[in-house]
């Protein structure tokens, strides 16, 4: 029988592989971020299945959720990670990850990031601006050092996604623009310590489909295709996950099939990496709840829970959709009912007009595909401890990150309030 990876219902609730939501809650207390090992591995195995034929080299967005063991087990799979800060190179290091299966992405890297970075040796530098690449090759320089370099273009696509994730297009921050690149491959001498070696895209997240990553790939390939010193291809991620039980986003396999096809013959030449972040990781988690209030407003049931948009803060800044799932046996819909939290603010909404059974406090809920982009853009907002997280392995569950305390919250200022 083949092992059930996730979360399902059985007869006494709702199970995380073989073990029950209730009791994690009963025994590390709510709110608790609780991911599947199992679902990692999968969408990790799924992924790298998908995209075989060309061989790529997967690299971690530590931005979709930086726990150290979660990167440590994707360490252990053979993952590499992208990180986009000092902070997150850090605990890519401190997870054990070789610092040469590291890439650096984003526009606003600081010297002292740059420095960090050129100190660890890492293996790629996704550049983005000519600014970037000056303050890079001035301390490469200094410090003897000839690191590798790829620009993210801009290649002015803009793929069907949320605006806030879209990142491809000409109006965006993000990348060079096509003749801004090629100009800086005809003067790269500039740039005498820095090894140019490739060209990077990242145009979007939960990409709806495959096209527009099919053309911003033309015009990255006619870029590689006038500079021989270009080998290597980072694709980036936002590969797609459902959220609502109405989602009909391609699977992996049908994402990966006509970017396979198109790229094949190219492997002679180019190295691919990929950069997969919420695929590999939303899926795997869920966000725990318990009931403290129900009441009617105007006609409508509202449930107060113990975490709200300073733990999931998708649903406020995108209107994300995240299901509501209660821990014990799925019940027959009730009411509709809006799902709120304890924020002092009209946007602290994790989910509208649900259909749940009705429901008291001190009763669980999960809220489901919270496993990328959740605990990572969690806040201390109200003076709220951040939630705990806990990993669900085929030997059982075990705490990743117990939850803060109070003396935590206040401790950088506590060190100088009698200074
Ligand atoms: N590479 C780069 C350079 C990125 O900027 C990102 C995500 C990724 C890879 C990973 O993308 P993914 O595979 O996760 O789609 N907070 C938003 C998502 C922001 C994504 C930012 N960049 C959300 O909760 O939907």
Redesign the pocket.
Same mark, same amino acid.
């Given at each position: 029988m083949k092992r059930l990876v996730g979360f399902q219902y059985r007869a006494d609730g709702l199970y995380c592989e073989g073990v029950r939501l209730a009791d994690l809650a009963a025994r590390y207390g709510t709110p608790l971020y609780v991911y599947s090992a199992g679902v990692i591995r999968d969408r990790y195995r799924r992924l790298s299945a998908a995209f075989a034929a060309l061989r790529p080299r997967l690299y971690y967005?530590v931005? @979709?959720n930086a726990n150290l063991s979660l990167l440590k087990l994707l360490k252990d799979e053979g993952a590499g990670f992208?990180v986009?800060s000092g902070g997150e190179l850090a605990r890519a290091l401190a997870a054990g990850a070789d610092p040469a299966r590291v890439v650096f @992405?984003g526009v606003g890297k600081t010297e002292a990031e740059l420095t960090e970075a050129l100190a660890a040796r890492i293996g790629w530098f996704?550049a983005e601006s000519a600014d970037e690449l000056a303050r890079l090759n001035a301390l490469a320089s200094a410090a003897g050092r000839r690191p590798r370099v790829a620009l993210r273009l801009n290649p002015d696509v803009e793929p069907d996604t949320?605006p806030h994730?879209r990142?491809g297009g000409g109006r965006s921050k993000f990348g060079f623009p096509l003749d801004e690149a090629l100009s800086l491959l005809r003067s790269w001498d500039r740039f005498p310590a820095l090894d140019l070696g490739g060209v990077h895209l990242?145009i979007g997240?939960?990409l709806a489909d495959p096209a527009a990553t099919l053309r911003a790939l033309d015009v990255a390939l006619d870029v590689i295709a006038r500079d021989p010193r270009l080998t290597v291809l980072d694709l #980036?991620? #936002?590969?797609p996950v459902p959220y609502r039980e109405s989602d009909a986003y391609p699977s992996i396999e049908a994402f990966a099939a006509p970017i396979v096809a198109k790229l094949g013959a190219w492997l002679g030449r180019l190295t691919f990496h990929l950069?997969?972040?919420?695929?590999l990781m939303a899926e795997a988690g869920a966000l725990v709840t318990t009931v403290q209030a129900v009441k009617i407003m105007a006609g409508r049931r509202v449930v107060v829970v113990d975490t709200g948009l300073h733990h999931l803060l998708?649903p406020a800044l995108?209107n @994300?959709y995240h299901r509501v799932l209660p821990l014990a046996r799925a019940a027959p819909a009730g009411v509709p009912a809006d799902v709120v939290g304890p924020i002092c603010e009209s946007s602290d909404v994790l989910a509208r007009e649900r259909r749940l059974p009705e429901l008291r406090p001190g009763e669980g809920l999960a809220l489901m595909e919270a496993g990328?982009?959740g605990f990572s853009?969690a806040s201390q907002y109200n003076a709220q401890v951040r939630p705990a997280e806990v990993l669900v392995t085929g030997e059982g569950a075990r705490l990743i990150r117990r939850r803060e305390t109070y003396a935590e919250l206040m401790a950088p200022e506590r060190e100088c309030l009698d200074a």
């Open positions: 967005a931005k @979709a992208d986009v @992405a996704n949320h994730v990142t990242h997240s939960q #980036g991620g #936002g590969f950069e997969p972040g919420r695929y998708r995108y @994300a990328a982009y853009m």
